[in-house]
Nanobody
Framework: QVRLVESGGGLVQPGGSLTLSCAVF????????VGWYRQAPGKEREWVAT???????DVVDSVKGRFTIWRDNDKNTVFLQMNNLKPEDTAIYHC?????????WGAGTLVTVSS
């Protein structure tokens, strides 16, 4: 059974940093893509970043230069480093993957950016 477990969210002031973790169970993270999505209150879910099985990475334009996604193969975990956080980054952050056509989502971790 594939499971994704996010952690690392919390309350941070504008300009602060957080590192989110997505621990992957039941499959090898390096053989699948893993993406981060977020959903702010009253808004639709938005793609944030993805790391592909081959290692290629991409982030949405609104976070370029501030967010970095990477994968630790030894820990089977994908991380999202978030710097210079803004109030508009407030959301529940979920990680996502697909294995043999089946989609999996984590329960999410809440990030609140506020002074």
């Amino acid at each position: 059974q594939v499971r994704l477990v996010e952690s690392g969210g919390g309350l941070v002031q504008p300009g602060g940093s957080l590192t989110l973790s997505c621990a992957v169970f039941g499959t090898v993270a390096s053989t699948n893509f893993v993406g981060w999505y977020r959903q702010a209150p009253g808004k639709e879910r938005e793609w944030v970043a993805t790391v592909l099985s081959g290692g290629a990475r991409d982030v949405v334009d609104s976070v370029k230069g501030r967010f970095t996604i990477w994968r630790d193969n030894d820990k089977n975990t994908v991380f999202l480093q978030m710097n210079n956080l803004k109030p508009e980054d407030t959301a529940i952050y979920h990680c996502h993957t697909a294995v043999r056509g089946t989609k999996y989502w984590g329960a999410g971790t809440l990030v609140t950016v506020s002074s």
